[in-house]
C-alpha cells in the first residue's frame, strides 16, 4: 500500500480558470488530487497575475521558482514530491532532467493541454493559405514534443484524434498516453430560446487560434451573417485583447469587441449561438464545452470540433465552408424547433462523453498503479531512459553554464 502522497505541479502559467480552458483543466486535475488526499504545491517561473486563481484557498501551496538555478534543486529535494505533473513539454524540458536527478522515483505525468505541432503545423498552413497536410507534424517542435513524451511515464490526452495521432503516426506506445478530456456538465437553471438573444464568441486572445478566429469572423463570415440578420449583434468576449482586437470593434454593424468578461458561463448562457469558425488548433475547445453546459447550440469548423463528439451529434453545426456556416448560423438563431434539437444533442454530449464520474475513479486507479508498478513501466520504455539520458547530459550543462553566467 502506498501511503506517501506528495504531489508537485510546475505550471507554465499561474492557472487561470476564467481566462483559458487550460486554466479550467488544471483546476480540475488538482481537484481530482485533493479528492484523494495528496498534498499538493504548485510551482510556476510565471509572475502571479491578477486574475490567477488563488490556489492556497484549496490548501494548495504556491512555491514560485526560478529557471537555471539550484535552488529548485533544493527545494524539490526537500519536498521530495511522490508524483510531478508539467504543465506542458516547455515545462518538461525546463524541469524534467532536474526533478529526474533529485526525486528519480517520482512518477512523472506530463499534461499535454493540446498537441503544440499539431496546431503550430495547421497555424503554417492557413498562413500559407494551403491545404494542412499530416506530413506537416514532422517539425523541430514536434521532435521536442514527442521527445518530452517519451520521457515521462504518461502523457494526459484531452483529445482522442490526437491519441491516435500519436500511436499512428508517432508510433507511441498506448501505455504512455492517457486519454483524459476536459469535465463538464450541463447547468440546472438556463434561459429558454425566447430569453436569450445574439450571437457570441470567446476565447483568450493572447491564443493565437482565438486572434485568426475573430479576424475570419470579422472580415468573411459575419458579413454573411449580419446581411441576413442586420438587427443582430455578435459580441466578442476575451482575455487579455490587444488593440489589433479591439481595432475591430464596429458597433455600427453589430461586431462588438467587449474584452475579458467576468463570468464566462453568464455571458455564454444568454447567448443563443455561439460562432467559433476556427480555423488551426488542437486539444479540445473550451468554449464549445461552456456552450453544451449552458445549453447554448454553436456553428463551429471541423478543426473546432475535432475529437470532441465521437459518434454523437453535434450540439449545433460543423462547416468549414463560409457560406455554409453562416446559413446553417441565421437558421440556428431564428428556428426554435431546431435549436432546441441542437441543444440537446449538447447535453447527450456532456453526458456521455465529458462527465466526471466516467473518468474520475479510472484515472486515480491508474496513477496508483503506475506508482506501484513504476520500474516495470519504465523498463518497458527504454527509448524514454534514453532520451532521458541524453537530455540530462546536454540540458544540465548547459543550465550549469547559464547559472554561472548569471552570477
Known amino acids: 500500500m502506498i501511503q506517501?502522497?506528495?504531489?508537485?505541479?510546475?505550471?507554465?502559467?499561474?492557472?487561470?480558470?476564467?481566462?483559458?480552458?487550460?486554466?479550467?483543466?488544471?483546476?480540475?486535475?488538482?481537484?481530482?488530487?485533493?479528492e484523494q488526499e495528496f498534498e499538493i504545491t504548485f510551482?510556476?517561473?510565471?509572475?502571479?497575475?491578477?486574475?490567477?486563481?488563488?490556489?492556497?484557498?484549496?490548501?494548495?501551496?504556491?512555491?514560485?521558482?526560478?529557471?537555471n538555478a539550484p535552488s529548485f534543486d533544493l527545494f524539490i529535494?526537500?519536498?521530495?514530491?511522490?508524483?510531478?505533473?508539467?504543465?506542458?513539454?516547455?515545462?518538461?524540458?525546463?524541469?524534467?532532467?532536474?526533478?529526474?536527478s533529485c526525486c528519480p522515483n517520482a512518477?512523472?505525468?506530463?499534461?499535454?493541454?493540446?498537441?503544440?505541432?499539431?496546431?503550430?503545423?495547421r497555424q503554417a498552413a492557413v498562413k500559407e493559405q494551403r491545404e494542412f497536410s499530416l506530413d506537416d507534424l514532422y517539425s523541430d517542435t514536434a521532435k521536442r514534443e514527442i521527445a518530452s513524451i517519451l520521457r515521462c511515464d504518461v502523457s494526459l490526452m484531452v483529445s482522442?484524434?490526437?491519441?491516435?495521432?500519436?500511436?499512428?503516426?508517432?508510433?507511441?506506445?498506448?501505455?504512455?498516453?492517457?486519454?483524459?478530456?476536459?469535465?463538464?456538465?450541463?447547468?440546472?437553471?438556463?434561459?429558454?430560446?425566447?430569453?436569450?438573444?445574439?450571437?457570441?464568441?470567446?476565447?483568450?486572445?493572447?491564443?493565437?487560434?482565438?486572434?485568426?478566429c475573430i479576424k475570419y469572423l470579422s472580415e468573411v463570415i459575419w458579413p454573411l451573417i449580419h446581411a441576413k440578420l442586420p438587427d443582430v449583434k455578435l459580441t466578442v468576449y476575451g482575455a487579455y485583447p490587444m488593440q489589433k482586437v479591439m481595432e475591430l470593434h464596429k458597433p455600427k454593424r453589430n461586431f462588438c469587441i467587449m474584452g475579458r468578461a467576468d463570468d464566462a458561463i453568464e455571458v455564454t448562457?444568454?447567448?443563443?449561438?455561439?460562432?467559433?469558425?476556427?480555423?488551426?488548433?488542437?486539444?479540445?475547445?473550451g468554449k464549445l464545452l461552456d456552450a453544451m453546459q449552458c445549453g447554448t447550440p454553436s456553428v463551429t469548423s471541423s478543426v473546432?470540433?475535432?475529437?470532441?463528439?465521437?459518434?454523437?451529434?453535434?450540439?449545433?453545426?460543423?462547416?468549414d465552408n463560409p457560406n455554409d456556416f453562416a446559413e446553417k448560423a441565421v437558421m440556428l438563431y431564428q428556428d426554435k424547433r431546431v435549436w432546441e434539437k441542437r441543444q440537446q444533442n449538447g447535453f447527450?454530449?456532456?453526458?456521455?462523453?465529458?462527465?466526471?464520474?466516467?473518468?474520475?475513479r479510472d484515472f486515480m486507479d491508474a496513477i496508483q498503479s503506475l506508482r506501484m508498478h513504476i520500474e516495470t513501466h519504465r523498463k518497458s520504455n527504454f527509448m524514454g531512459s534514453i532520451l532521458h539520458h541524453h537530455l540530462l547530459a546536454s540540458t544540465k550543462y548547459m543550465s550549469k553554464w547559464i547559472e554561472e553566467k548569471n552570477k
Not at 506528495?6 to 505550471?11: A, C, D, K, V, Y
Open 4 to 34: 506517501s502522497k506528495r504531489l508537485l505541479i510546475i505550471g507554465f502559467v499561474w492557472p487561470e480558470p476564467k481566462s483559458s480552458a487550460a486554466g479550467s483543466r488544471m483546476m480540475q486535475l488538482i481537484e481530482l488530487f485533493i
Open 43 to 67: 510551482a510556476s517561473t510565471a509572475l502571479n497575475l491578477e486574475f490567477s486563481e488563488d490556489v492556497s484557498v484549496l490548501g494548495v501551496t504556491p512555491k514560485p521558482i526560478e529557471l
Open 77 to 100: 529535494t526537500e519536498l521530495q514530491p511522490d508524483v510531478v505533473v508539467f504543465d506542458r513539454f516547455m515545462v518538461e524540458e525546463q524541469f524534467g532532467w532536474r526533478v529526474a
Open 107 to 121: 512518477l512523472r505525468i506530463l499534461d499535454t493541454i493540446d498537441l503544440h505541432c499539431l496546431r503550430l503545423a
Open 160 to 212: 482522442e484524434f490526437e491519441v491516435e495521432v500519436l500511436q499512428n503516426h508517432f508510433k507511441i506506445a498506448s501505455n504512455l498516453l492517457y486519454y483524459l478530456p476536459i469535465l463538464a456538465t450541463r447547468l440546472n437553471a438556463i434561459p429558454t430560446f425566447e430569453e436569450r438573444s445574439g450571437f457570441m464568441f470567446i476565447g483568450n486572445f493572447l491564443h493565437e487560434p482565438n486572434w485568426d
Open 269 to 285: 448562457k444568454n447567448a443563443r449561438v455561439v460562432l467559433a469558425p476556427i480555423r488551426f488548433g488542437a486539444g479540445i475547445k
Open 304 to 319: 473546432g470540433a475535432e475529437g470532441m463528439y465521437g459518434v454523437l451529434d453535434w450540439n449545433g453545426f460543423i462547416h
Open 348 to 360: 447527450e454530449l456532456l453526458e456521455q462523453r465529458y462527465k466526471k464520474d466516467i473518468f474520475a
